[in-house]
């Protein structure tokens, strides 16, 4: 499915069913350097469930045209464009690392069209290694290589993957190869320098979810604990034997958190 807004061509899957705005409307925002085929299992099973759902690609992300923004407050603006373009009134957003900031601070900014967030691998800073900054910005393959290996846990490292054959590090050293290159060094930049998590936390008024991997590395489960904390009657999932990449480690794990929160 593709919009058209603001001059580019943003690009969607709808969970393998047809979008339709009339059913309760779910959007997943993705992470830096991914794009919209982390959610493939979670899309999936809600679009045959009686939602509608777009897992989206940011601008100059994925198949989207455009720029890669390197500002969440730019991106938090921006999805309710994307509602327009599909002619969405409201909508819930699950977000990932930075699609998480991304939601987080939509829902805050734009409460008349947010009815819920749902955050997952997030904390109200999220500051990005010197060192993956510069490979990311430099587009050097050692940054893809530490997102992988600092974004998964042991599971990811020795295999895991829930589907048979499949190399959770292989693919995902794959699939960060095949978007655009300077969408990761964007995306770390904006996680990087956004600095009003924690006022922007507090002023959450729609219900809210916030799920963390116990083996996450880049946001550690603390730090998804704090930022539960100060999001008013937030609810915390804690997952275990996984790490960042928890939509993908334990898919089932992370499916089960969402159906019970939305």
């Known amino acids: 499915m593709r919009f058209e807004i603001d ?17 309760p409307v779910l959007i997943f925002l993705h992470g830096a350097g991914f794009d ?33 923004p390197s500002d969440i ?16 009134k409201e909508a819930k957003l699950i977000g990932h690392s930075m699609g998480a900031l991304v939601a987080l601070e939509c829902a805050v900014r734009h409460p008349q069209r947010i009815l819920g967030i749902c955050l997952l691998g997030a904390s109200e800073k999220m500051p990005v290694h010197p060192d993956l900054l510069e490979a990311a910005k430099k587009n050097e393959p ?4 530490l997102v992988c290996s600092w974004g998964h846990g042991r599971r990811g490292h020795i295999g895991g993957a829930p589907v048979p054959g499949m190399s ?13 290159k300077d969408a990761l060094g964007a995306g770390l930049k904006a996680c990087h320098e956004y600095s009003s998590g924690k006022d922007t936390a507090q002023k959450v008024h729609c219900s809210s979810l916030v799920i963390t991997g116990a083996e996450d590395r880049m946001t550690p489960a603390s730090k998804g604990r704090e930022l539960a904390g100060l999001i008013p009657e937030c609810n915390l999932e804690v997952l275990h034997h996984c790490g960042h990449m928890m939509m993908l480690e334990d898919s089932k794990a992370c499916l089960d958190a969402l159906k019970q929160n939305i």
């Open 7 to 23: 001059g580019e061509t943003i690009f969607a899957t709808t969970g393998g069913r047809s979008f339709d705005p009339s059913q």
């Open 36 to 68: 919209h085929s982390v959610w493939n299992l979670q899309t999936r099973y809600f679009a045959h469930r009686g939602f509608s759902v777009l897992a989206v690609d940011f601008p100059g992300n994925g198949r989207s045209t455009g720029k890669a």
């Open 73 to 88: 407050g730019k991106l938090a603006d921006w999805v309710p464009g994307l509602m327009d373009g599909a002619g969405v």
């Open 142 to 145: 050692l940054a893809y290589e």
């Open 168 to 180: 959770l590090m292989g693919g995902g050293l794959s699939l960060m190869a095949s978007v655009r």
